[in-house]
């Protein structure tokens, strides 16, 4: 059974930094392009970046984050991280990880609040 855990989201200022992890178990990680999403209250869950399976992985960047964001993975721990630089309030949601397309059931994902 697979897990997605995903850890790292907290309170932070506008212009402040947050770097997201999520752990996967139980699956053929190195061959699925892996992927960020969040979910704001009142809207719809949506891809925030993603990464190609292989070494230097083509990334995605939705056009909100790029330029401030930075989606990384170590195929050997089977994790996928997200830094979070300049953020601004309109990234204030819970995070998730998941294959890009969704694969997998969600895990809990991780709340990330900017603000002052």
């Known amino acids: 059974q697979v897990q997605l855990v995903e850890s790292g989201g907290g309170l932070v200022q506008p212009g402040g930094s947050l770097r997201l992890s999520c752990a996967i178990s139980g699956s053929l990680f190195s061959i699925f392009a892996m992927a960020w999403y969040r979910q704001a209250p009142g809207k719809e869950r949506e891809l925030v970046a993603s990464?190609?399976?292989?070494?230097?992985?083509?990334?995605y960047y939705v056009g909100s984050v790029k330029g401030r964001f930075t989606i990384s993975r170590d195929n050997a721990k089977k994790t996928v991280h997200l830094q979070m630089n300049r953020m601004t309030p309109d990234d204030t949601a819970a995070y998730y990880c998941?294959?890009?397309?969704?694969?997998?059931?969600w895990g809990q994902g991780t709340q990330v609040t900017v603000s002052s």
């Open positions: 990464i190609g399976p292989g070494v230097g992985g083509s990334t």
């Open positions: 998941n294959t890009r397309g969704g694969r997998y059931s």
